[in-house]
């Protein structure tokens, strides 16, 4: 057993952040005898994330040794992970028979995130999110014993909106990291260059471009609301109410004109509970 490099949080540190999450994968809405197989799920997600996004140090050596911590979780021998979390996440893969490409996944996307910063289309932002949020979905669906080649297509549309909306609440955290997630392309189409966005310069070309990109996640969004009327009982209004949090969200960017370089726009709990609201009389 390899012991976990300094810079990884603890098991406690990591799930803590459930807490704030904008999309909580764990919701109480899920049947209690998942949740805690949810949890650990969003452990490991969280877990990667952060050893890619914030970890000090050669983060794609950290990366690696997640990787090795997989091999344990997935290899059927009696060595055991030796991160709390992966130790977790190997008795839900057991329970559920989880395939691992999903995982591996999600430490690609992380990869990817120590090369790229840019993304010259839609096409290839699409790409990126297959890698860092569809997982998530996939495994949902798979620990509510609900996974179909039909749901999962609905689950990958909610599940790319969803980080969408994350990339437009944060665009003045990231671009202060140097990271674009606005295609190139959509940045040369409203002649709003790099430049630009990296000075935070809010105007009538980036309120029209935000239009658009919302304009296209709520399409997203919309596209997969029917995955929630195919499930049954709460699994189903758990996964409504992720709909709803994403339309909340862009309800929130575009009455504020999309200004999110001073800070992040994260809907409030009241708003929030209000949107959901209304999505339950739909």
């Given amino acids: 057993m390899s012991r976990p490099p300094a810079q990884a949080p603890g098991a406690a540190q990591v799930l803590d952040r459930a807490r704030g999450e904008n999309f909580p994968v764990a919701s109480r809405l899920f049947p209690r005898r998942v949740r805690p197989h949810l949890?650990?799920?969003y452990g490991f997600a969280r877990l990667v994330d952060d050893?890619?996004?914030?970890?000090?140090?050669?983060?794609?050596?950290?990366?690696?040794w997640v990787g090795s911590e997989l091999d344990m979780v997935f290899d059927g021998s009696a060595t055991m992970p030796s991160h709390p979390l992966l130790h977790a996440l190997r008795h839900t893969v057991r329970v559920f028979d989880l395939p691992?490409?999903?995982?591996d996944r999600l430490v690609e996307a992380n990869r990817q995130d120590q090369f790229a910063s840019r993304y010259a289309t839609f096409g290839a932002l699409?790409?990126?999110?297959r890698l860092s949020a569809n997982p998530v979905g996939e495994l949902v669906l798979r620990i509510c014993g609900a996974c179909t080649p039909e749901r999962l297509a609905l689950s990958d549309a909610t599940c790319t909106g969803l980080q969408l909306v994350e990339f437009w609440q944060d665009l003045g955290e990231d671009t202060a990291a140097g990271r674009v997630y606005l295609p190139i392309e959509d940045l040369d189409r409203f002649e709003y260059p790099v430049e630009a966005l990296l000075e935070g310069v809010d105007d009538d070309r980036f309120r029209e471009l935000m239009r658009f990109e919302a304009a296209r996640t709520r399409e997203l969004l919309e596209r997969g609301r029917g995955l929630s009327r195919t499930l049954p009982g709460r699994v189903g209004l758990a996964v409504r109410m992720f709909t709803a949090g994403g339309l909340a969200a862009l309800a929130g960017l575009e009455r504020r004109g999309f200004d999110t370089f001073g800070a992040s726009a994260h809907p409030s709990k009241t708003r929030r509970a209000w949107t959901v609201a209304r999505e339950m009389l739909r």
């Fill in 126 to 129: 699409l790409d990126y999110c």
């Fill in 51 to 64: 050893l890619g996004d914030e970890a000090a140090g050669d983060r794609l050596a950290m990366l690696d």
């Fill in 100 to 103: 691992r490409e999903p995982f």
């Fill in 39 to 41: 949890m650990n799920v």
